[in-house]
């Protein structure tokens, strides 16, 4: 099948790549002449495990190819992808400005039926926004499709390689035929493709993430509440995930979530339903809790030093979470912020996001080459995220670099009884 895929972000370039992967001729389109002369020369321009593999091949092969040009990029095509940004406004709504604009040129330049999908996470009613504005410059058939994406950063290619489900809406026999063929060689073992109204589809999307954000939300009350009457929030968290109805994943308190998706579509859950009438009071305090988890380290630095301002923080730790180097609405950056407000100095390290954090802080922090580096001659070490490599460190080199033995664990990865043991000051969330 021939297909069009039109921005080459995150979820374009796993969206292209992998339906390369299948045999599929794909053509992904952006105006950034830059990225596509990379792209096109074989640079992959994010990092995800498992991507560059998957590109190179499919490059090699022909099957995957990069231009400026919408009109060249769609003329073969039978579906088009819309893979575009969808940024926050001010009021928390998901702008559209990218989506309707190639929408509207995709009008003026159509000549035969096509299928146009929104791949991008976008609000209800969209769908029909992209129809009118194709339709407002095409006489002709073509159909709109809703198809979020359920990408994990970190995990994206596994995720669109062996989806858990496949969610598309359309009232259409003539597409549904069409992306139920395009979508069978990724469900060969029984996963659904579910089939749907255009707007329950874009509705789910919002509702997947801000349940998983609820949960999270949920699961960090607890915590605090474990603080102040001396229960492990480790051991209610094994406790209630046991049960099938709950489930174990998503229940790992910490300093809060961050990336593209939850903080960005819990406020456009919630500019919807206000929209629309509605006070969605859960979701409201959802977005609550997040806000005060981003303090909490900071916060028990400060009960611990008392004034911060000269102190030294060392921080593991700057992508919103292990495998990218994606830093949208990272904790590290309301954690770096803070301490920098009180004088603190700080020196970070992670193993992907370095380049992205220079973007963030300029020159107002450290950055060091290695982990440890980080630690020489600093007041404190903070684990921001939970990268695989810091789960087991030399804690004796750790007591040597450092000032003061003392560690603020925002994601819960060592065990308080062995930093104990080792003789480390130990501060970690819900415990």
Not at 211 to 236: H, P, W, Y
């Amino acid at each position: 099948m021939k297909i069009a895929v039109v921005g080459t972000g995150y979820v374009g370039l796993v969206t292209g790549t992998c339906f390369a992967e299948t045999g599929n001729d794909v053509v992904c389109v952006d105006i950034d002449e830059s990225k596509i002369d990379k792209l096109t020369n074989g640079q992959v321009t994010i990092y995800e495990p498992g991507l560059e593999k998957l590109f190179l091949r499919n490059l090699r092969e022909d099957r995957l190819s990069f231009t400026t040009s919408l009109e060249e990029g769609i003329r073969e095509a039978a579906i088009i992808f819309l893979a575009l940004p969808t940024p926050q406004g001010e009021d928390g709504s998901a702008d559209l400005k990218y989506v309707l604009s190639v929408a509207e040129h995709l009008g003026r330049i159509m000549k035969e039926y096509k299928i146009i999908v929104d791949k991008s996470t976008v609000p209800v009613g969209t769908a029909e926004k992209v129809h009118n504005a194709i339709a407002d410059n095409y006489n002709g058939e073509f159909d709109v499709v809703s198809n979020p994406e359920f990408l994990r950063e970190g995990v994206a290619v596994d995720d669109f390689m062996k989806p858990d489900r496949v969610v598309i809406g359309t009232n259409s026999d003539r597409a549904r035929k069409l992306l139920n063929d395009l979508y069978s060689p990724f469900v060969r073992q029984g996963n659904p493709i579910i089939f749907m109204d255009e707007r329950s589809a874009e509705l789910t999307k919002y509702a997947a993430n801000s349940f998983l954000a609820t949960k999270i939300s949920f699961m960090n009350e607890i915590a605090q509440l474990c603080e102040r009457i001396g229960a492990d929030v480790d051991m209610v968290r094994r406790g209630i995930g046991g049960d099938e109805r709950i489930g174990r994943r998503f229940l790992f308190p910490g300093i809060g979530y961050g990336g593209s998706c939850f903080p960005k579509d819990v406020k456009a859950m919630l500019k919807s339903a206000a929209d629309e009438g509605y006070d969605f009071k859960i979701l409201h305090a959802v977005e609550s809790v997040i806000q005060l988890q981003k303090s909490v380290l900071v916060e028990k630095m400060q009960a611990h030093f008392g004034d911060l301002k000269g102190r030294t923080i060392a921080l593991w730790g700057l992508a919103f979470k292990p495998k990218t180097d994606d830093m949208r609405e990272a904790p590290a950056i309301s954690i770096t912020e803070k301490l920098l407000s009180m004088g603190a100095r700080v020196c970070a390290y992670d193993p992907e996001a370095m380049e992205t954090a220079r973007r963030v802080f300029g020159d107002r922090i450290c950055y060091c080459n290695h982990s440890y580096d980080a630690l020489d001659g600093a007041d404190a070490l903070a684990v921001v995220t939970e990268w695989n490599e810091f789960r087991e460190p030399d804690f004796k080199r750790i007591k040597q670099l450092l000032k003061s033995p003392v560690i603020f664990d925002g994601r819960n990865i060592y065990s308080p009884e062995m930093m104990r043991g080792l003789g480390l000051q130990y501060f970690s969330i819900g415990r």
